[in-house]
């Protein structure tokens, strides 16, 4: 992000000061069984001696929980976590860019600022607040001198309005930056603290992470905590199944170049006054991340330049910003594209498609030419829609344009388990549920979905039959499931039942146990949206009822 792309600290300080802060406290024990049975080790986080260009091992795909429960969240396919045996094709789905993007240009002066014009995510942040039913995005304006807020009713046509910070700006903090991190924090209940920015800026140290907190997410409070010296491209998620932020630290390891660090925390404040030992080696890229197909760039090893990450109904998704290569001496922009890794833990990383999820255009003249990167908050659940916001950057650092744009996916579009003509199963493993109501998302429009249910021991549980079930088709995000002879899925709560799908002519990507018919999953919402009141999905249909009306 720095022109000079400085090297950073791979050195941690004590010497920070925290103001306000309980530095020296140590961090409270967070859970060690994990909703969906994963029983972490004594030592958390795991402590990596070393990071090399292999793949992370993944624990819990190689032993998962004998029962797994699923009342958190939609069960998604994107690993074989769930999956017990199947004859059903795994696809990776990626995103696509909305035809109105760019949706956020710098139009106004104080956009024009620094190096470049510039009205783009550099995570800073992007969320539904249930509050007042508006899509609100704090963005880089200016080139690393500003951040900006703006609205939106639809989550397309933004707009910036004139705010009291700087008369007649929509400037929020004037404060020479790099990485900002704006995180609606739901779950706080002094509300003078709904809002906390973690923002990297400057001070005689060098790179430090500075936390302030809002109540609007417009007038910012002054600093609460200051971090050692990290690295300039630091972000930071919470995660709500262990009850932790993170901190996503960049740093540099020798051979991989940028690489992250990862430090949790229970209490934000407190988490900011790290000693040198507690930051631990995380991840970095490796030898399956894709190379620049240019030419003169092509044999420079990718390097992880940012992970942000979001707690997504049952799993945590992480948002890999992959660097590859940065053709200066040309005067063209760095080439980052945004790929996808999926945590069961919030630790280990499953990166099972190398395909940039959100990628650039090499195109003249596209307002994502390079440079794409993620948004703080992850996606926002619209509807039958996740909303990707990431930057994207002209072709030239001399004359271009830094933007935002909005990639769209289907609602646990990651990855779909499908079928041709021939009919597929696919077997659970052991799970337990306490929910009555069974939920798929399903596209058939030409084949049909049927399920069973077996027992322990692999027989088929009366009532629940693939003759007693209902078939289900066409194309649905939410759809129940429905046997003859039961009104429910009652008399199988609580108990270890394996689900097995038959699936003919189409694609499923997700399944769940909902408590009602609402179809409401339990399951995380990201960076929420319409219809959705807090951090989970308890809305279920009348969700999709709100993004519609809002969307029309």
Same mark, same amino acid.
Request: glycine share 10%.
């Given at each position: 992000?720095?022109?000079? &792309?400085?090297?950073?600290?791979?050195?941690?300080?004590?010497?920070?000061?925290?103001?306000?802060?309980?530095?020296?406290?140590?961090?409270?024990?967070?859970?060690?069984?994990?909703?969906?049975?994963?029983? /972490?080790?004594?030592?958390?986080?795991?402590?990596?001696?070393?990071?090399?260009?292999?793949?992370?091992?993944? =624990?819990? /795909?190689?032993?998962?929980?004998?029962?797994?429960?699923?009342?958190?969240?939609?069960?998604?396919?994107?690993?074989?976590?769930?999956?017990?045996?199947?004859?059903?094709?795994?696809?990776?789905?990626?995103?696509?860019?909305? =035809?109105?993007?760019?949706?956020?240009?710098?139009?106004?002066?104080?956009? #024009?600022?620094?190096?470049?014009?510039?009205?783009?995510?550099?995570?800073?942040?992007?969320?539904?607040?249930?509050?007042?039913?508006?899509?609100?995005?704090?963005?880089?304006?200016?080139?690393?001198?500003?951040?900006?807020?703006?609205?939106?009713?639809?989550?397309?046509?933004?707009?910036?309005?004139?705010?009291? !910070?700087?008369?007649?700006?929509?400037?929020? %903090?004037?404060?020479?930056? +790099?990485?900002?991190?704006?995180? %609606?924090?739901?779950?706080?209940?002094?509300?003078? #603290?709904?809002?906390?920015?973690? @923002?990297?800026?400057?001070?005689?140290?060098?790179?430090?992470?500075?936390?302030?907190?809002? @109540?609007?997410?417009?007038?910012?409070?002054?600093?609460?905590?200051?971090?050692? *010296?990290?690295? &300039? #491209?630091?972000?930071?998620?919470?995660?709500?199944?262990?009850?932790?932020?993170?901190?996503? %630290?960049?740093?540099?390891?020798?051979?991989?170049?940028?690489?992250?660090?990862?430090?949790?925390?229970?209490?934000?404040?407190?988490?900011?006054?790290?000693?040198?030992?507690?930051?631990?080696?995380?991840?970095?890229?490796?030898?399956?991340?894709?190379?620049?197909?240019? *030419?003169? /760039?092509?044999?420079?090893?990718?390097?992880?330049?940012?992970?942000?990450?979001?707690?997504?109904?049952?799993?945590?998704?992480?948002?890999?910003?992959?660097?590859?290569?940065?053709?200066?001496?040309?005067?063209?922009?760095?080439?980052?594209?945004?790929?996808?890794?999926?945590?069961?833990?919030?630790?280990?990383?499953?990166?099972?498609?190398?395909?940039?999820?959100?990628? !650039?255009?090499?195109? +003249?003249?596209?307002?994502?030419? @390079?440079?794409?990167?993620?948004?703080?908050?992850?996606?926002?659940?619209?509807?039958?829609?996740?909303?990707?916001?990431?930057?994207?950057?002209?072709?030239?650092?001399?004359?271009?344009?830094?933007?935002?744009?909005? @990639?769209? %996916?289907?609602?646990? $579009?990651?990855?779909?388990?499908?079928?041709?003509? &021939?009919?597929?199963?696919?077997?659970?493993?052991?799970?337990?549920?306490?929910?009555?109501?069974?939920?798929?998302?399903?596209?058939? *429009?030409?084949?049909? /979905?049927? !399920?069973?249910?077996?027992?322990?021991?692999?027989?088929?549980?009366?009532?629940?039959?693939?003759?007693?079930?209902?078939?289900?088709? $066409?194309?649905?995000?939410?759809?129940? !499931?429905?046997?003859?002879?039961?009104?429910?899925?009652?008399?199988?709560?609580?108990?270890?039942?394996?689900?097995?799908?038959?699936? #003919?002519?189409?694609?499923?990507?997700?399944?769940?146990?909902?408590?009602?018919?609402? $179809?409401?999953?339990?399951?995380?919402?990201?960076?929420?949206?319409?219809?959705?009141?807090?951090?989970?999905?308890?809305?279920?249909?009348?969700?999709?009822?709100?993004?519609?009306?809002?969307?029309?």
């Amino acid at each position: 992000m720095v022109p000079k &792309d400085i090297l950073v600290l791979a050195m941690f300080s004590l010497s920070a000061v925290v103001p306000g802060s309980a530095a020296a406290a140590e961090p409270e024990r967070a859970p060690a069984m994990l909703p969906n049975g994963l029983r /972490l080790p004594n030592q958390w986080p795991p402590r990596p001696q070393s990071l090399t260009r292999e793949p992370m091992e993944v =624990p819990c /795909l190689k032993s998962p929980p004998a029962v797994i429960p699923i009342d958190v969240g939609r069960q998604l396919f994107v690993d074989d976590f769930l999956i017990d045996r199947t004859t059903l094709r795994r696809t990776f789905h990626q995103a696509e860019y909305h =035809p109105a993007c760019p949706v956020l240009k710098p139009d106004r002066p104080w956009e #024009r600022e620094g190096a470049l014009p510039t009205a783009m995510v550099f995570s800073d942040g992007v969320w539904f607040d249930p509050a007042d039913g508006l899509f609100k995005m704090w963005y880089m304006g200016g080139y690393t001198t500003t951040t900006c807020y703006a609205t939106s009713k639809d989550g397309i046509r933004w707009e910036k309005p004139s705010l009291d !910070v700087e008369p007649g700006t929509n400037i929020v %903090l004037r404060q020479g930056r +790099d990485s900002v991190t704006v995180w %609606l924090d739901l779950r706080e209940s002094d509300l003078k #603290r709904r809002f906390k920015m973690f @923002a990297v800026q400057r001070d005689g140290r060098g790179w430090v992470v500075v936390l302030r907190v809002s @109540a609007d997410g417009i007038h910012w409070s002054k600093p609460l905590a200051t971090s050692p *010296p990290t690295g &300039d #491209r630091t972000t930071v998620f919470y995660n709500p199944f262990r009850g932790v932020w993170v901190y996503s %630290l960049r740093s540099d390891y020798s051979g991989l170049g940028r690489t992250r660090r990862y430090r949790e925390h229970p209490d934000a404040v407190a988490g900011l006054a790290w000693r040198d030992s507690e930051p631990v080696l995380w991840v970095g890229a490796d030898r399956l991340d894709p190379h620049n197909p240019n *030419p003169e /760039l092509r044999n420079v090893a990718p390097q992880l330049y940012n992970l942000d990450a979001v707690a997504y109904e049952s799993l945590i998704l992480g948002l890999f910003s992959i660097w590859q290569g940065d053709p200066a001496q040309r005067g063209f922009q760095k080439r980052n594209e945004v790929l996808l890794g999926f945590s069961r833990d919030g630790f280990h990383w499953h990166r099972p498609d190398r395909h940039p999820f959100a990628g !650039v255009n090499e195109s +003249d003249g596209a307002w994502n030419w @390079a440079n794409v990167q993620s948004a703080g908050g992850g996606c926002l659940v619209v509807g039958d829609k996740l909303y990707f916001y990431v930057s994207g950057r002209q072709q030239s650092r001399k004359t271009g344009h830094n933007t935002t744009g909005l @990639a769209i %996916l289907r609602r646990d $579009g990651f990855a779909s388990m499908d079928a041709g003509s &021939d009919e597929g199963t696919l077997t659970t493993r052991a799970v337990r549920f306490g929910g009555k109501h069974l939920f798929v998302n399903l596209v058939a *429009p030409k084949g049909e /979905l049927r !399920v069973e249910l077996l027992d322990d021991k692999g027989r088929v549980l009366e009532p629940f039959t693939r003759a007693n079930c209902t078939p289900s088709s $066409g194309d649905s995000t939410l759809a129940e !499931v429905k046997w003859s002879g039961a009104d429910d899925l009652s008399s199988v709560s609580g108990k270890a039942v394996r689900f097995r799908f038959h699936l #003919r002519s189409g694609s499923l990507y997700s399944f769940w146990v909902s408590p009602d018919r609402s $179809g409401a999953s339990h399951g995380y919402v990201a960076a929420g949206g319409p219809g959705l009141t807090g951090p989970m999905d308890t809305a279920g249909q009348a969700a999709y009822a709100a993004a519609r009306k809002l969307t029309e």
